[in-house]
Every structure is written in structure tokens, then in C-alpha cells.
């Protein structure tokens, strides 16, 4: 009996070994004893508390509050007079010096010793008549800034989740805090990292979010001849030749509208799969290691 293309390209899937999952960190406040310090709890990460006025140009002196002193990031209860706890889950938040919030100048920062390609943290509110706006920023390892992530304000007992994600892996700081455009006193909770294999980048990705789209290419636009932010060939340069590489069928073009291309045939997608499949395990040059 004749295989349905489903069937084909399943059936040629189940041959292709299985990659390394990623892992997921989860430091819970919660799961510590009262007072307990987290600066190295995790062997993947670091914590510490960094002073973001003092020295504004994170992470050149990750960990140095003020120097040569380091103030413990700590497990500590939270709770509101009125009845409840600050938190996003039980009854503690990251802490320092028993102060349970984190401002500008409190901020927790982390240092990732593994790939890492997500950062989430819980951003919660802490005053009634006062609004206060979480930010998460994150950096590579030379202390580019990759992202940042700002929170709609929120008030007391209201969470946002500050997060974000780089399907690069190339994610080795990271620091959240109460942005100063708002009430300083929104505190931190339920700490979430992925670490572990990363997601290949279309080398036409140039801003590596996991996307090719019109951002990419405008970004090619402002770096040709000038810089080599959209140097997807790794010449060294951004010109013609990285263009190129940026696909031209089947994505969202600049205006954000969808570049069309001609369709192949179902039959003709199917033994398409199967071949992109076929290839994966038969790739010329590698070899695969059996335990």
C-alpha cells in the first residue's frame, strides 16, 4: 500500500537522531530558607546586585556594589501590611541588604556560564497610587546590548513577566530592575533561564531574533558600506554579496508585505522533505557518534 506524504515524512524523520534538549534554570526564591544568598546557587549562572547609576555601562563592573564590597542577592519574605505577599508565586522575592525591591541602583544582574537563549522574571508591583515599570536588558559577552524588554506599569500586587529571547544563544548578561521613569519600588520574583543547544541563525537574520523579515533588511540598508552589523557571508562587510543572502521568496518583505513565489506541487513538497531529511542524516564530511 502506497505511504501518504505524511506518513513518508515522518517515517524519514524517526532516522534523524535527536539533538540535546535545552535546559530550563528556574531559581525560586521560594525554595530557599529565609535570608539564604543566591549569588551562586546555580552552577549555569551568577547573580549579584549592580549599581546601574554608579557605574552605567553594564556589565564592565558586573557584581561591584560599590567596589570592592558585593552585596548578596537573598531570599526574602515580602509581604504587604494590608494583608499578602509581594510575589508572583509564595511568599518571598529576591532581596539585598533587606531591602525587597529593586531600583536603579539595586538591580539584579546576572552573568550566564552556559549558551543561553531566554531570561524571564517576574516583575511585580508594590504601591497602590503609584505605578511602577519593570526593564529587562540583555547583553553578549562583550557587552553589546541585545534587547531590552519594558513592562506596562503596574500597581500593587500586579505581575509582568519581563522576557525575552535569542535563538542565537549568545545571551551572557543579563540584568532586570524598577525602570527610574517610574516609582523605584517593583520587586523581582521567579528567576527562568534556557540554556543549551541553540538555534542555528539564517545568516540573513541579521538582528539574530529568529525572524528574516523587513527589520533585517533594513537593517542591510543602514550598514552597507559603512559597518558590518549585516555581514551575513562573514567577509567582514556589509555589501552586494550579503543582500543576496537576505531571501527574497517566501518572507515578509520591507514594506511588510509577503514576497511571492512560485508554489511547487504538493507531490514535488513532499519529496522535498523527505530529501532535506535524507540529507540531514547523510551529510557529506560529518559522522555521527553512537552510544
Given at each position: 500500500m502506497k505511504l501518504s506524504c505524511l506518513r513518508l515524512v515522518l517515517w524519514a524523520a524517526s532516522l534523524v537522531p535527536s539533538a540535546a534538549s535545552a535546559a530550563l534554570t528556574v531559581i525560586e526564591p521560594d525554595d530557599y530558607a529565609e535570608g539564604?544568598?543566591?549569588?551562586?546557587?546555580s552552577p549555569l549562572m551568577q547573580l549579584?546586585?549592580?549599581?546601574?547609576?554608579v557605574y552605567p555601562n553594564f556589565p564592565q563592573h558586573f557584581g561591584v556594589h560599590p567596589s570592592p564590597s558585593v552585596i548578596?542577592?537573598?531570599?526574602?519574605?515580602?509581604?504587604?501590611?494590608?494583608?499578602?505577599?509581594?510575589?508572583?508565586?509564595?511568599?518571598?522575592?529576591?532581596?539585598?541588604?533587606n531591602i525587597n525591591f529593586a531600583p536603579e541602583s539595586r538591580q539584579l544582574a546576572m552573568r550566564f556560564l552556559a549558551p543561553t537563549t531566554q531570561v524571564s522574571v517576574d516583575f511585580i508591583g508594590t504601591e497602590r497610587l503609584a505605578e511602577q515599570i519593570?526593564?529587562?536588558?540583555?547583553?553578549?559577552?562583550?557587552?553589546a546590548l541585545l534587547d531590552t524588554f519594558t513592562s506596562s506599569p503596574v500597581?500593587?500586587?500586579?505581575?509582568s513577566t519581563l522576557s525575552l529571547s535569542r535563538p542565537a544563544g549568545d545571551i551572557a548578561y543579563a540584568r532586570a530592575f524598577s525602570s527610574p521613569a517610574a516609582s523605584p519600588f517593583g520587586t523581582l520574583?521567579?528567576?527562568r533561564v534556557t540554556t543549551g543547544p541553540s538555534t542555528p541563525v539564517d545568516p540573513a537574520d541579521f538582528d539574530a531574533n529568529g525572524r528574516v523579515d523587513g527589520e533585517d533588511?533594513?537593517?542591510?540598508?543602514?550598514?552597507?558600506?559603512?559597518?558590518?552589523?549585516?555581514?551575513?557571508?562573514?567577509?567582514?562587510?556589509?555589501?552586494?554579496a550579503d543582500f543576496l543572502k537576505w531571501p527574497r521568496t517566501n518572507r515578509t518583505g520591507a514594506n511588510g508585505a509577503t514576497v511571492s513565489a512560485a508554489v511547487p506541487e504538493p507531490s514535488m513538497l513532499c519529496l522535498a522533505s523527505v530529501a532535506a531529511v535524507w540529507l540531514t542524516i547523510h551529510r557529506p564530511g560529518k559522522q555521527r557518534r553512537t552510544s
Open positions: 539564604a544568598v543566591l549569588n551562586n546557587v549579584r546586585i549592580y549599581d546601574g547609576v548578596p542577592v537573598t531570599a526574602n519574605e515580602n509581604p504587604d501590611i494590608f494583608g499578602g505577599y509581594f510575589t508572583s508565586t509564595g511568599t518571598k522575592t529576591f532581596g539585598h541588604a519593570g526593564v529587562l536588558e540583555v547583553f553578549d559577552s562583550a557587552g500597581l500593587a500586587h500586579q505581575v520574583d521567579n528567576l533588511l533594513r537593517r542591510w540598508k543602514t550598514n552597507f558600506g559603512a559597518k558590518d552589523e549585516a555581514d551575513a557571508d562573514g567577509d567582514g562587510d556589509s555589501d552586494g
